[in-house]
């Protein structure tokens, strides 16, 4: 079992930046550096979709919304992970959660939200 603890969202205006932060602890067994977490997000009456994800060796994959606005990252000592989110434009509104696929399953946060004012 993994829990994920995500934290960081708010409101900020147009253009602006926020920096988000997941955190997972296993019950059992171990978070291996080369398992894949990312984050995802979801609008009020859209689908939950892939914001940014690490996979094995740091690779990193972002939705094409992205544009080079944000960046992921991961520290492994810590079991964290970062959403740094610039530029921020109203439509990033959302939920954001936070993921994990590992230990034979998938997890989830329970969801930061991030509110951009135009």
């Known amino acids: 079992q993994v829990h994920l603890v995500e934290s960081g969202g708010g409101l900020v205006q147009a253009g602006g930046s926020l920096r988000l932060a997941c955190q997972a602890t296993?019950?059992?067994?171990?978070?291996?550096?080369?398992?894949?977490m990312g984050w995802y997000r979801q609008a009020p009456g859209k689908q939950r979709e892939l914001v940014a994800r690490i996979i094995r060796r740091n690779t990193e994959k972002y939705a094409d919304f992205v544009q080079g606005r944000f960046t992921i990252s991961r520290d492994n000592a810590k079991n964290t992970i970062y959403l740094e989110m610039n530029f921020l434009k109203p439509e990033d509104t959302a939920v954001y959660y936070c993921?994990?696929?590992?230990?034979?399953?998938?997890?989830w946060g329970q969801g930061t939200q991030v509110t951009v004012s135009s």
């Open positions: 993921n994990y696929e590992g230990l034979g399953a998938t997890y």
């Open positions: 296993a019950t059992s067994g171990s978070i291996f550096r080369g398992d894949p």
